[in-house]
């Protein structure tokens, strides 16, 4: 087979495809060795480091029916910059670990590779990818660790809300919700012309990057991630930190819909909110409850993977 | 359903999953905030940190006919910490992602754990899980991070042997191929009783992590993890350093084994070997070949997923 026709990742081999790859990954700031060895080597200046890790699967995750391969790329790394900023920290780098059927084309690997460098480069300047692995998969796999660097700040946890903080939000709530619904209801073209901005925060979340050290800068006493929805995710927080947490009254999307990944925290009754945070609430003495307008909710409204998944919807 | 009869992921749900697994998990040393918040915060006490991920999926890189769960947890940790030794670094700790079939047993995910736990305990001791991720797929698939300390020395990369550099080996060259080898044709009660070391070594790679660091302190001039071959992976070495290397006269599963997860080093004419380290030839100048009894080998004779993985072997 002429060179110029091989286009599938059978066709091309591991290592031509990883030298189409690379060129088009993010470069991290970060970097003392970047890929190319058995590991990289990164700079902690502080002393430490911050990590985390989320799997994307076709099927409970994405769907190619929905998600362009660029989508997807900016997904992986949206979602994993997402809870580095979450502890206050500032996202430097991401490895990447994919597993493709191997008749995949190589050009959506290459696509893949420009939605995680368009989102590192929108989101989180100065991230990139410093290492990865690839294997074989009929179920389309990827697998984003994700760091960070404190830069000399105490990690924002969970478990720091007091009763008086005052609990605010970066990012929407509810679009990444309603995108999906669209979707699902009306495939991507028509849920696109129905609703452009709440798919577009499904297949490309947006959140509020920086305002993670923001937050931790102006005294956040909490803080985390909304990937499952406001309600169950400000429960965790609640129960972290053994306070109640009592929101005001707001939409069902704004309350179940996940996928946002906005950030959730607390902040001292004194403090003064960060540009890009509202307050929704307040934290009182308690025992991990959320109100809402008063009102308990009992159940969580979230997403469990094994729960909710019944892998029929393909 | 009563407690007692829910078994699988889908019945237990994520969030009790996670509760029975974390319990079986390898703590590290090295974790100033643990699993449990939207990130893990590790402590780099020289201001830097290794890293490496890879990928293992049901089909091209392992059998639940072959490993058991056990067997698995175990391959995952050794693979990885084995790229972390390479550097010269010790390990300090892994994120874990996994899919799942949502009809798998939760007892699987613990066996898993406890060889997370088993390869951590006996090959990098003080190196733990920090993090992890769980989804659904139809292809069990595990995804593993893994971090290493440099406590001070410089990393050691392919591309350091010069002319003259003495070329070596810590552990075994061959086993590991043998023993898939003997599973495919016997599968795994016949494989173990007429080969047990090489079956083992399949399933539960022994690399040795220790000599990582002795190396480097010995002044090793290059080094890598042999994940594909001594031919293949000697060949990326002598390419990154642009030498060749001369190599001794090895049989054919020495030569082209892989997935033994032994290192192949080069250290200075004058260096003494660190014990477990046995020379097998020399660096000379060149052009990054191989040469094995002085004849050079063109083929690679390594593994590629995409190229060597037919899906058919199922």
């Given at each position: 087979?002429?060179?110029?026709?091989?286009?599938?990742?059978?066709?091309?081999?591991?290592?031509?495809?990883?030298?189409?790859?690379?060129?088009?990954?993010?470069?991290?700031?970060?970097?003392?060795?970047?890929?190319?060895?058995?590991?990289?080597?990164?700079?902690?200046?502080?002393?430490?480091?911050?990590?985390?890790?989320?799997?994307?699967?076709?099927?409970?995750?994405?769907?190619?029916?929905?998600?362009?391969?660029?989508?997807?790329?900016?997904?992986?790394?949206?979602?994993?910059?997402?809870?580095?900023?979450?502890?206050?920290?500032?996202?430097?780098?991401?490895?990447?670990?994919?597993?493709?059927?191997?008749?995949?084309?190589?050009?959506?690997?290459?696509?893949?590779?420009?939605?995680?460098?368009?989102?590192?480069?929108?989101?989180?300047?100065?991230?990139?990818?410093?290492?990865?692995?690839?294997?074989?998969?009929?179920?389309?796999?990827?697998?984003?660790?994700?760091?960070?660097?404190?830069?000399?700040?105490?990690?924002?946890?969970?478990?720091?809300?007091?009763?008086?903080?005052?609990?605010?939000?970066?990012?929407?709530l509810?679009?990444?919700?309603?995108?999906?619904?669209?979707?699902?209801?009306?495939?991507?073209?028509?849920?696109?012309?129905?609703?452009?901005?709440?798919?577009?925060?499904?297949?490309?979340?947006?959140?509020?990057?920086?305002?993670?050290?923001?937050?931790?800068?102006?005294?956040?006493?909490?803080?985390?991630?909304?990937?499952?929805?406001l309600l169950?995710?400000?429960?965790?927080?609640?129960?972290?930190?053994?306070?109640?947490?009592e929101l005001d009254a707001l939409g069902d999307d704004e309350l179940?819909?996940?996928?946002?990944?906005?950030?959730?925290?607390?902040?001292?009754?004194?403090?003064?909110?960060?540009?890009?945070?509202?307050a929704i609430g307040?934290?009182?003495?308690?025992?991990?409850?959320v109100l809402v307008a008063g009102r308990?909710f009992?159940?969580?409204?979230?997403?469990?993977?094994?729960?909710?998944?019944?892998?029929?919807?393909?």
């Open positions: 087979m002429a060179e110029a026709e091989r286009s599938t990742l059978a066709e091309v081999g591991e290592i031509a495809v990883l030298s189409r790859i690379f060129p088009r990954l993010p470069e991290s700031d970060a970097a003392l060795l970047g890929p190319g060895d058995d590991a990289a080597v990164m700079a902690a200046p502080d002393g430490r480091y911050v990590v985390t890790t989320d799997l994307l699967v076709h099927g409970p995750d994405f769907r190619w029916e929905f998600s362009t391969p660029e989508d997807l790329g900016w997904k992986a790394a949206a979602t994993n910059l997402s809870d580095v900023a979450a502890m206050g920290a500032r996202p430097t780098a991401l490895v990447v670990a994919l597993a493709a059927p191997a008749t995949t084309p190589v050009a959506v690997l290459e696509s893949l590779a420009d939605g995680l460098r368009l989102a590192c480069d929108e989101l989180a300047p100065g991230c990139g990818v410093v290492g990865g692995d690839l294997s074989t998969s009929d179920v389309f796999t990827i697998a984003v660790t994700a760091f960070g660097d404190l830069e000399g700040r105490p990690p924002v946890r969970r478990s720091g809300a007091r009763p008086g903080d005052v609990v605010a939000v970066a990012g929407e509810g679009p990444a919700a309603r995108g999906l619904r669209l979707l699902f209801e009306h495939g991507r073209d028509e849920a696109l012309r129905r609703d452009a901005h709440a798919v577009g925060r499904q297949l490309r979340p947006a959140p509020p990057i920086a305002l993670g050290t923001a937050a931790a800068d102006a005294g956040a006493t909490a803080m985390l991630d909304l990937s499952d929805g169950l995710d400000a429960r965790r927080l609640a129960q972290a930190s053994a306070v109640d947490l179940r819909g996940g996928e946002d990944h906005s950030l959730l925290a607390t902040f001292p009754p004194d403090a003064a909110l960060p540009a890009g945070f509202r307040r934290a009182v003495a308690g025992s991990g409850r308990e009992a159940g969580l409204g979230g997403w469990d993977p094994y729960e909710d998944w019944d892998g029929r919807l393909s």
